[in-house]
């Protein structure tokens, strides 16, 4: 088992920054990437950004240029730098550990608890 959790959503207002992070603890070697994703009210949860053991990353197309995922191997914390925030941004951000074995197959899926960030002045 993997547990994750996450810190450092809030309150921000519209051009802001946050910096959200997620401990993992547990049988970290079970898994080979590391995520955040999101969820607004009424929506779907979506990928926000992707960083593999061999610090390969993928973004969501709307927080390309705004969002910096990291990882520091030490500490088994996987970090997401938010800059430029809008409205559009609010959301609970919840931290995701997976072991991919192929393309977009993976057989071991962890979730931490969720970290409400909201956008608004």
């Known amino acids: 088992q993997v547990q994750l959790a996450e810190s450092g959503g809030g309150l921000v207002q519209p051009g802001g920054s946050l910096r959200l992070s997620c401990a993992a603890s547990?049988?970290?070697?079970?898994?080979?990437?590391m995520g955040w994703y999101r969820q607004a009210p009424g929506k779907e949860r979506e990928l926000v950004a992707r960083?593999?053991?061999?610090?390969?990353?993928n973004y969501a197309d709307s927080v390309k240029g705004r969002c910096t995922i990291s990882r520091d191997n030490a500490k088994n914390t996987v970090y997401l730098q938010m800059n430029s925030l809008k409205p559009e941004d609010t959301a609970v951000y919840y931290c995701?550990?997976?072991?991919?074995?192929?393309?977009?197959?993976?057989?071991?899926?962890?979730w931490g608890q969720g970290t409400q960030v909201s956008v608004s002045s």
């Open positions: 995701n550990g997976r072991r991919y074995t192929g393309s977009n197959v993976f057989d071991r899926d962890y």
């Open positions: 547990g049988s970290i070697f079970s898994i080979n990437a």
């Open positions: 960083i593999t053991n061999t610090g390969s990353t």
